[in-house]
């Protein structure tokens, strides 16, 4: 029997990888962060915060009436130093402006979604960019992948409070699609991206208003959504095409005995329950397990503003919408044994598929609502999570952006939980 000492220890590394926030957040760090630094880290800073569901949608179509009836603000917003009369200050005078003007750039925020800071001195260097984010009064969280996961700091330091985004090479072909972050049931409720190299060609940051694409949504759509939920496939574990080799009275319990123990594995690595499902990939058609994550809503209400707004990540999750922008980017790339299992899907929250021309739909509506924010060094895009959805596009050269994960933020009407 194949099935040996190394695939389960891959087995168990992908259940310490298990996320929902993004087709690439499944990382297995080779390097662990050490008790001490964790245990100091958790000090310092807290988890990410719940994810604040709400009591749920009652007439998405209602809603997505009224909704079209409001006025939305500039998105993203943008703030320049010639805007605020900072032409040629020094950093010292751009930080005060941001201690001054805190409580309203934070409104901009919320009421717009995002807000692009553009041309500024002082978030060239990651010392600037805290002294930023402190000024204006977020509070910082650690990266929602913290309880199943590393993800490197962009200074490769342990437990810096700036996290690397998606810049690696191998990664530069994936065209990162539209997501909120969140894990399991945790959720930042806001976030900062900052550049401090820009590639060459391409990476631009993407950004979407789900306020918009639940506007614009088809009405059956959106009601299906928020009558049925969504559920998230996260992970894949390729490792069982010799199953099919056994002789069918051994291969029932084996397949039981390795289902059983599998889930059981992931289980007791995160803090949600998941339940594995025999599957062929989408990729290879190997025999596969599919870790699925508990139904959830697709459609919430903003636990500030109370506006209804698109909360789902089916343009990064479905293997069929990424299958589609292979055609246009190349194939994945799949470095090792850890890139094979991280891979997701989307369903309905009674695990029923969604049609073709649902998901062409949500694909459709998603991908016209793009903005490509093409960010210089020491840019930053400030965002609310709820809100904004984010994304990479493809990239060629060296790129380096990172990012920080709020917990909220000073003067906010709902404290995280």
């Known amino acids: 029997m194949k099935f040996t000492a190394s695939a389960l220890s891959i087995l168990v ?8 926030s993004g087709p690439n957040a499944f990382q297995v760090q080779s390097r662990q962060m050490s008790t001490s630094t964790l245990e100091a880290a958790a000090i310092e800073t807290p988890l990410a915060p719940l994810t604040v569901w709400g009591e749920g949608v009652k007439d998405a179509i209602a809603l997505q009436k009224e909704s079209k009836k409001t006025k939305k603000g500039e998105f993203p917003m943008l703030v320049t130093p010639k805007m605020v009369k900072l032409e040629g200050a020094t950093v010292e005078e751009e930080l005060a402006y941001f201690k001054e003007n805190a409580e309203s750039i934070r409104n901009n925020m919320t009421t717009n979604g995002a807000v692009h800071f553009k041309g500024f001195e002082l978030m060239k260097s ?5 002294s ?5 009064g977020m509070k910082p969280c650690l990266d929602p992948l913290h309880s199943v996961s590393a993800r490197p700091t962009i200074n490769g330091e342990k437990g810096s409070p700036v996290y690397e985004a998606v810049n690696k090479e191998s990664r530069k ?18 976030a900062a991206f900052v550049c401090f190299k820009a ?9 979407a208003d789900g306020r918009r694409i639940f506007e614009e949504m088809n009405p059956a759509v959106i009601d299906k959504v928020a009558k049925k939920g969504i559920r998230y496939s996260v992970m894949e574990l390729p490792f069982f095409a010799f199953l099919d080799d056994l002789p069918e009275f051994i291969e029932k319990p084996v397949a039981s005995f390795i289902q059983g123990a599998a889930e059981f594995a992931i289980n007791s690595k995160v803090d949600f329950q998941v339940k594995l499902l025999w599957g062929q990939s989408d990729y290879d058609n190997t025999r596969m397990l599919q870790a699925r994550a508990p139904s959830q ?27 589609k922008r292979e055609e246009t980017y190349g194939a994945e790339r799949f470095e090792d044994g850890a890139s094979q299992i991280n891979k997701s899907d989307m369903f309905f929250g009674d695990d029923a598929d969604l049609t073709q021309e649902e998901l062409d739909e949500m694909d459709a509506v998603t991908t016209r609502n793009i903005k490509y924010v093409k ?5 930053v895009v400030l965002l609310d999570n709820y809100k904004t959805m984010h994304g990479r596009n493809v990239f060629d050269g060296t790129r380096k952006h990172g990012v ?14």
């Open 13 to 20: 590394s992908g259940a310490a990888a298990f996320t929902t």
């Open 126 to 130: 990651q010392e600037g960019f805290q």
């Open 132 to 136: 930023f984010y402190e000024a204006v």
């Open 173 to 190: 072909n994936f065209f990162i699609g539209m997501h909120n972050e969140f894990v399991g049931t945790r959720a930042p409720r806001a």
């Open 199 to 207: 590639a060459e060609t391409g990476g631009e940051f993407l950004l």
């Open 297 to 323: 809503p697709g459609v919430i209400m903003h636990p500030e503003t109370g506006e209804p707004h698109w909360f789902c990540n089916v343009h990064s999750h479905s293997s069929v919408l990424r299958k």
């Open 375 to 379: 960010m210089s060094e020491g840019d």
């Open 404 to 417: 920080a994960w709020f917990e909220g933020w000073e003067g906010m009407r709902t404290p995280p939980v």
